[in-house]
C-alpha cells in the first residue's frame, strides 16, 4: 500500500517526530523525519500512540476535500498579522485588548454593539491588525494541539512593578516552541513603583534580549490604563508583521480555523471563525470539524452584518448544526455529499477514541485497584 512521511505522520498524531522515530526504533526501524514508512508500519506507530489506525481511504476523503477547495485559490496578497496577547495573571492582558479596541474602533461605529466573538481586528496607520481577545495559554495551546497554527505573532505582557512571574516564562516557552516571534509589552508604566532595569534582567534570564539591550526581541512601554505606548505597541506588530511577509490568496474558497463556539438559544450554533486563505462568503457551505452547514447569517465583532470576508479577518456565523470544537479547522466545500462523507467519518472516529480512551481508563483503574 501506500507510504506515509514520518514528520507527517507525527504531525496528523499531534506528537513531536523525536517521538516517532523513538517509537520505530524500538520496532527496529530506523527512520529519520523525512523518510517514508509503510502503512502497516505507520499502524504499528499509531496503535502504539494510542490512535485508532485510520484507512487511507478515509485520510483520502479529506484530502480530495483539502484539494478540492485550495484548487481554485488565488491571488495572493500581504494579509493582517494575528496577535496573541499572553502573559502573567494580572499583569494586564485583558486590560491591553481592551484599551487598544477602545483607542481604534472609533466610538459608535455605524450604531454596532461590541461583541465577543473572541477576536477583533484594528486599523492602524501601517494597516490591519487582527487581535484573538481569548487571551491566555488555554486558547494557544488548544489550537496549536489540534495543529491549527492561528497566530502569527505573540504580545507578553509583562508588569513593570511586578517582573517575569511562572506563567509569563511558560508564554515564553510556548511562543518559542510555536516559533512564533515574541514582542514585550511592558505593561503598567503609569505606576510609581515600576522597575524597568529588573524586568530587563529577569528577561535576558530567559534568554530574551530586548532592543533596548541591543538584542532582537522589540520591547514597549506601555500604560493599559492611561494609552501610554498603544500607538508604539500597534506600529511595533506591523513592523513585525512587514518582516514576516505574511500573505495568503485571497481568492476561492475560503479555509481557517474556529476559534470559540457557543449554542445559543434563540440562534443555535454560534461560531466564531477566523479566515486563514480564500474568503469566506453568506451562503458558502462550510464543514466546520464535525460539523457542516450553509452560512446562514455573517457579522463583524462590531455586530454588523457583513456578506464576506478574507484572510485573517475574524467573523461570527450562523448555520452551523451545531458547535464545533474550538481550534478546529473549517473549509469551505462545493460538494454536500462530500462534507456529509468526512462530517460523517470525523463523527465516528471521535466516537472510537472517546471509546477506546474509556476502555483505557476501565483497564487503568482495574489494574490500580488490583
Ligand atoms: P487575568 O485575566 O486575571 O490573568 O489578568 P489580566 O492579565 O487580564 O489583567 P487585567 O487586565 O485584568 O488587569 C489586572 C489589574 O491590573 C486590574 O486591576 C487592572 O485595572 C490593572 N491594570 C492593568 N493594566 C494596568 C496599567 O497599565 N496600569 C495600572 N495602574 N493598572 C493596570
Ligand atoms: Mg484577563
Known amino acids: 500500500g501506500e507510504g506515509i512521511v514520518v514528520s507527517d505522520l507525527a504531525q496528523k498524531m499531534a506528537v513531536k517526530v523525536r517521538e516517532v522515530i523513538k517509537s520505530l526504533m524500538k520496532m527496529g526501524e530506523m527512520v529519520r523525519e523525512g523518510d517514508i514508512i509503510d502503512q502497516t508500519t505507520a499502524a504499528l506507530v499509531i496503535e502504539e500512540f494510542g490512535h485508532n489506525f485510520i484507512a487511507v481511504s478515509d485520510t483520502q476523503l479529506e484530502d480530495d476535500l483539502q484539494e478540492a477547495a485550495t484548487e481554485k485559490q488565488g491571488n495572493v496578497q500581504t494579509r493582517p498579522p494575528v496577535v496573541t496577547i499572553m502573559g502573567h495573571v494580572d499583569h494586564g492582558k485583558t486590560s491591553l485588548l481592551d484599551k487598544i479596541r477602545e483607542t481604534k474602533v472609533a466610538s459608535g461605529e455605524a450604531g454596532g454593539i461590541t461583541q465577543h466573538i473572541g477576536a477583533y481586528h484594528v486599523g492602524t496607520d501601517r494597516g490591519v ?173 462590531n455586530g454588523e452584518r457583513i456578506k464576506s470576508a478574507g484572510p485573517s479577518i475574524p467573523v461570527e456565523i450562523l448555520g452551523l448544526p451545531d458547535a464545533p470544537m474550538a481550534g478546529s479547522e473549517f473549509l469551505v466545500v462545493s460538494d454536500e455529499k462530500k462534507a456529509r462523507e468526512v462530517a460523517d467519518f470525523r463523527i465516528a472516529r471521535e466516537r472510537e477514541r472517546l471509546l477506546e480512551r474509556q476502555n483505557k481508563m476501565r483497564l487503568e483503574n482495574m489494574f490500580a485497584n488490583m
Open 129 to 301: 491588525i487582527t487581535f484573538l481577545d481569548t487571551p491566555g495559554h488555554a486558547a494557544f495551546t488548544a489550537m496549536r494541539s489540534r495543529g491549527a497554527q492561528a497566530t502569527d505573532i505573540v504580545v507578553i505582557v509583562v508588569a513593570a512593578d511586578d517582573g517575569v512571574m511562572p506563567q509569563t516564562e511558560e508564554a515564553i516557552d510556548h511562543a518559542r516552541a510555536a516559533g512564533t516571534p515574541i514582542i514585550i509589552a511592558m505593561n503598567k508604566m503609569d505606576k510609581d513603583t515600576t522597575d524597568p532595569e529588573r524586568v530587563l534582567n529577569e528577561l535576558s534570564v530567559k534568554e530574551i534580549i530586548t532592543d533596548a539591550w541591543g538584542g532582537d526581541t522589540s520591547l514597549v512601554k506601555v500604560s493599559a490604563k492611561t494609552g501610554m505606548g498603544i500607538d508604539e505597541l500597534l506600529e511595533t506588530i506591523s513592523i513585525q508583521a512587514e518582516i514576516m511577509e505574511l500573505t495568503a490568496p485571497v481568492d476561492g474558497a475560503a479555509q481557517g480555523v474556529v476559534i470559540e463556539s457557543r449554542l445559543d438559544k434563540g440562534r443555535g450554533a454560534v461560531a466564531s471563525l477566523l479566515v486563514k486563505k480564500g474568503t469566506l462568503k453568506q451562503g458558502d457551505l462550510v464543514l466546520a470539524g464535525e460539523f457542516y452547514g450553509k452560512v446562514r447569517a455573517m457579522t463583524d465583532e
